[in-house]
């Protein structure tokens, strides 16, 4: 890998954008996140395109990181695309960065037809505002809950999913056996958050202007785990990785009882093991009952040379029939407020427990994203405390309020 | 110090037989010159005297002892290589020292032995430098002071000098001489330069294909070759062979118009045979064969002439000092018949 | 225009490619990263002011990127260290008479031409403790399954295997190439002194390589350096940040932290690191040996 890859990529994006500028009079650039890219959207697209003859959607794929450097290298070279899909806390970050269009314009001009924000949750709205204006218009809203694997639990002697830490760290020591795990982990840091919060954590504290990281509801939650790994040996090590596949692929293949995880896996469960016998339970409570927050928002930015057409297509996206018909056939789940009441959504079970998280449901850096404070090295020195603790079985009573000294830090830094 | 002696040697690489079988004795303290041309067998045989190569068969005695499943390094030989072979990364005395430093002798004993030899061979105010920075007179000295440091029974040199131009050339060919009459210890030397092998040897070993075909002093090879092969190989410019044909009277030339010489052997009339005379041998005299010269070659102190024979051979004749002979000039030749010696043509082997 | 002038103009008339080449993709982003390294705010993509050393400064305060250096001069001195070791010890026996070494040479440098990005992501699936083949392999035998990717401390040491193993095919086959190179009658003249097969590998094998070492040395050390598709793919720099490479981080640092002034801060370090590094090595080996 190169010495300063960042640079040698806006070097050549410039090299790309001045060709690229001269060529697409009539192309809308769209960057979406490559396993998104579902049939319903392609169709809205190609709807799209035969609206408005002679428009071209130049639709482009990428993984979330890939996409992110993707886009700022973008943003340094004056070469934006004009609608771009973004994962958790990207839209206030840019939006500080004054790298968004702002979209109450757009969206007062077409109240009528389109009801936005008056149809999204509140949290999909909230999670996109800056300074009072709106700058993403939000195309999914997810959240991780508990799935489990029913037959393992009822073999077990257990016939319905633990709601409480208690119960579940007894279901979980029970169905642990040889080759098998009550509780597979996952190491990707989003995971962490549904104990904290459960436990009565936070992130951020907006009060305090300072993480929550070395509270005692952070510490029991990480200990709680860490004890789940280490004492009762009813969980395996996370195993760090770039993809937050393992704990999916370890209950697929039935050697793992329970996992936390989101709609976005209910597909690869399916088509990787069709014949397991799994279901959806809601978020377990300690002191409370909360989860994880996720999802997408579309976002326009300023430098976009298609702003209207841009919106044209967020708009067809984000349309009550394509969400059902996604979710249906992708099980993701949507922020359109019309979308849960659709009917043939709430027939479907899956879909159904995962959309009953959502009210408790928290964006994990969203306390801190909205302060225009937030920087990623904060989370890598946190992961780093986590995984001291849940790897090497660390205190975390004394490895968490250093790591939480350190991120305030660089929060203070900013 | 110690002679060498050869019992019945034998070495083959797989199907191809380069050393039949070959017997040699090689005195204490002489100076032995292997001499053939390229492919004669001359420098694997040298090989396999220093253990370079494995013996297929036979025996190596180095004085009275066997050597022949030796490792080089403990047949008690040195040998100085034809392109030098100095270690690139070592300077002179390191060079120089190395075999001393692998046989564990004392740092000042070491320094003692390379000074010594750095001394003999004028390498003195050379010691601290890497080969690369020595001209190639210098690092073949450095290649032979290797060899004298390590006070060995037998010196091995490989084609030592083909390497160098001509003046050079001769100069190390005195000095190794000189180096000879010092030192008095067995030398063993490939060549294929009959010059190198006349000047230097106590002894000429001369090989074709694997086998020798004569051992004797270089007089006595020169003098009496015991085959057409070594007579023509030795000597400069080579022996003339003219194809002549015996009768009741002596030998008749067909490119001698005339000439008939009683060599006082036996005759066989009819019986073709080839008759060799050195080019210094010849004399010119009124009474001799008519013979066209084609060139002439004026180096001061001796004229050559060139003719050319029927079968395309060149005859080349001493002309003995300057003399107003030209290119188309025709001279007159004799033949001593104590001079001329004569080869079966078919055996090439001498007829006495 | 005379000549000479004709000449000379021909000449740069060739060079111009490369000349722009590197003005475009080289010391111009060189350039943009020096300048951005001494702002503030959002060089490059938004408002930037002059910070001075700040950036620099930040460096040492920062405990990720004192982690990542350490991270990575472990990683770049295991990766050159082990590399060279073993492609010599193959090398060695390699260039020799030896019936299938070009079916070995083959096998060996086939990781070389795998893509980064498949094998690593191999090497992540053989290796992970609960989906991976070797774990699987090892309860089968019964011995007890590692746990090295969940290991702070030994997952590093995964990342230099494979790095190892990556690049070994290459520098066996520079070692190869090296060692038929050197002239034969050396070892000979070696033998006559007295040199076993040992000494021969101390004193002729060994420095005579001294060339290629310091070569291989540099180019695998600048490349280990500079590593992050590894850890980016196996470990995402876990467990514990163990993995964190600088380019990593740098990474991290612009793309996902937005704070491309102080990336180009760490860049610009990691250039000089690199520089100097490359410099002392090439003072400490680099030995003039000409054959002649």
């Known amino acids: 890998m190169s010495k300063s890859q960042w640079l040698q990529s806006s070097a050549l994006a410039l090299a790309l954008g001045l060709t690229a500028a001269s060529a697409s009079a009539e192309t809308l650039r769209v960057y979406f996140n490559a396993g998104h890219a579902y049939d319903t959207y392609l169709e809205a697209i190609a709807q799209f395109e035969a609206d408005n003859p002679g428009w071209e959607v130049q639709f482009e794929k990428f993984q979330w990181p890939d996409l992110r450097t993707k886009l700022v290298a973008d943003f340094a070279a004056d070469n934006a695309p004009d609608l771009v899909a973004t994962a958790g806390g990207w839209v206030p970050e840019f939006a500080f960065q004054d790298l968004l269009l702002p979209l109450d314009d757009l969206a007062a001009r077409d109240q009528a037809e389109f009801d936005f924000p008056g149809d999204w949750f509140d949290p999909a709205i909230a999670k996109n505002t800056v300074n009072g204006k709106i700058y993403g218009l939000q195309i999914h809203l997810t959240c991780a809950t508990l799935v489990y694997n029913k037959d393992m639990l009822a073999e077990a002697g257990y016939d319905a999913p633990p709601t409480t830490w208690d119960e579940f760290r007894e279901v979980a020591i029970a169905t642990t056996k040889p080759g098998v795990f009550g509780f597979a982990p996952n190491s990707s840091f989003f995971y962490y958050w549904p104990w904290v919060f459960q436990n009565g954590g936070e992130y951020f504290d907006t009060e305090t202007g300072e993480v929550g990281f070395g509270s005692e509801e952070t510490i029991g939650a990480m200990q709680f785990l860490a004890d789940l790994i280490h004492k009762d040996r009813a969980a395996p090590v996370p195993v760090a990785g770039a993809d937050y596949e393992g704990p999916q692929k370890l209950f697929t293949s039935e050697r793992a009882a329970m996992i936390l995880t989101g709609p976005w896996d209910i597909n690869p469960i399916r088509t990787g093991n069709p014949d397991l016998n799994w279901a959806v339970a809601p978020s377990l409570s300690n002191a409370t009952q909360a989860t994880v927050q996720g999802g997408v928002a579309l976002a326009i930015p300023k430098g976009a040379q298609h702003a209207d057409m841009a919106w044209d297509l967020a708009k067809r996206l984000t349309d009550v029939e394509v969400e059902v018909a996604t979710s249906l056939q992708y099980s993701m789940t949507m922020p359109r407020k019309s979308w849960l009441a659709d009917e043939r959504v709430q027939a479907d079970p899956l879909l159904g427990q995962f959309g009953s998280c959502l009210p408790y449901s928290k964006d994990v850096q969203l306390p801190l994203t909205l302060t225009g404070k937030y920087d990623p090295a904060v989370d890598a020195v946190m992961r780093q405390a986590v995984e001291e603790v849940l790897y090497s079985n660390e205190p975390a009573a004394e490895v968490l309020p250093v790591a939480a000294e350190e991120a305030n830090k660089i929060i203070a830094a900013k | 110090m110690a002679g060498v002696t050869l019992n019945a040697v034998r070495k083959d690489y797989g199907t191809f037989l380069a050393i039949p079988e070959l017997d040699l004795e090689i005195e204490d303290g002489e100076f032995c010159v292997f001499v053939g041309p390229s492919g004669c067998g001359k420098s694997t045989l040298l090989r396999t005297i220093a253990g370079l190569e494995d013996l297929t068969d036979g025996q190596i005695l180095i004085g009275d002892q066997d050597v022949s499943d030796r490792h080089p390094g403990e047949r008690g030989v040195a040998m100085v290589f034809q392109n030098y072979a100095l270690y690139p990364h070592m300077n002179v005395r390191q060079n120089m020292g190395y075999a001393l430093r692998l046989a564990r002798e004392p740092k000042s004993t070491i320094s003692q032995k390379v000074e010594r030899a750095a001394d003999i061979l004028g390498l003195r105010d050379h010691l601290d430098r890497k080969p690369a920075e020595l001209s190639g007179g210098q690092r073949q000295r450095v290649a032979i002071g290797r060899a004298i440091v390590r006070n060995p029974k037998v010196f091995l040199f490989d084609e030592p000098l083909s390497n160098l131009d001509a003046e050079l050339r001769t100069r190390m060919r005195l000095e190794l001489s000189e180096l000879h009459q010092t030192l008095s210890t067995t030398m063993i030397y490939v060549t294929h330069d009959q010059v190198e092998a006349m000047t230097l040897a106590d002894k000429i070993v001369v090989l074709r294909a694997g086998r020798i075909e004569q051992v004797g002093s270089p007089l006595e090879l020169y003098d009496n070759p015991v085959n057409k092969f070594v007579a023509g190989f030795l000597g400069s410019p080579s022996m003339n062979f003219l194809p002549a044909t015996m009768t009741a009277n002596g030998l008749q030339f067909a490119d001698l118009d005339g000439a008939c010489v009683d060599f006082g052997t036996e005759p066989t009339p009819g019986k073709v045979v080839m008759v060799g005379i050195r080019p210094e041998h010849l004399e010119i005299s009124e009474d001799g064969a008519p013979l066209p010269l084609r060139s002439v070659e004026q180096l001061g102190g001796v004229t050559y002439g060139y003719a050319i024979l029927q079968s395309g051979e060149e005859f080349c004749v001493d002309l003995k000092g300057r003399r107003d002979i030209r290119a188309g000039d025709t001279i007159r030749l004799l033949i001593p018949p104590s001079r001329a010696l004569v080869f079966d043509a078919d055996t090439e082997l001498r007829i006495r | ?292």
Do not use: C
């Not at chain 3, 103009?9 to 060079?15: P, Q």
């Not at chain 3, 774990?135 to 007890?144: D, E, M, W």
């Not at chain 3, 590093?156 to 070692?175: P, R």
């Not at chain 3, 002239?183 to 390589?209: C, K, W």
């Open chain 3, 1 to 292: 225009m005379t000549y000479r002038q004709r000449r000379a103009l021909t000449a740069y008339a060739f060079l111009l490619p490369a000349i722009v080449y590197f003005i475009v993709f080289f010391f111009w982003p060189i350039a943009i990263e020096l300048w951005a390294s001494f702002r503030s705010g959002q060089p490059l993509i938004g408002k930037s002011e002059f910070a001075g050393m700040k950036n620099y400064l930040y460096i040492f305060q920062d405990k990720l990127a004192i982690k990542a250096i350490s991270a990575t001069m472990i990683y770049a001195l295991g990766s050159t260290v082990f590399t060279l070791l073993l492609a010599l010890g193959l090398a060695s026996i390699l260039a020799g008479p030896l019936k299938a070494r070009n079916t070995i040479r083959a096998i060996l440098f086939f990781p070389y031409i795998v893509s980064f990005v498949i094998s690593a992501l191999m090497w992540k699936s053989i290796l992970d403790p609960y989906t991976g083949l070797l774990n699987a392999a090892l309860l089968k035998v019964g011995l007890p399954p590692q746990y090295w990717l969940t290991d702070p401390d030994a997952a590093i040491w995964v990342l230099v295997a494979v790095s190892v193993w990556k690049d070994i095919g290459y520098a066996v086959l520079i070692y190869i190439a090296a060692i038929q190179g050197i002239p034969s009658h050396l070892y000979q003249a070696a033998e006559l002194d007295g040199a076993r097969r040992h000494h021969l590998f101390r004193d002729i094998t060994l420095p005579l390589l001294m060339p290629t070492t310091l070569f291989l040395a540099v180019v695998i050390m600048i490349a280990s350096m500079q590593e992050m598709a590894l850890p980016y793919l196996m470990t995402g720099g876990g467990p514990a940040n163990a993995t964190r490479l600088y380019s990593l981080h740098v990474y991290e640092t612009a793309f996902q932290g937005l704070n491309i002034g102080y990336a180009s801060a760490l860049s610009f370090v990691m250039f000089l690191l690199i520089l100097l590094i490359t410099w002392v090595q090439f003072k400490l080996l680099n030995r003039d040996i000409r054959h002649v």
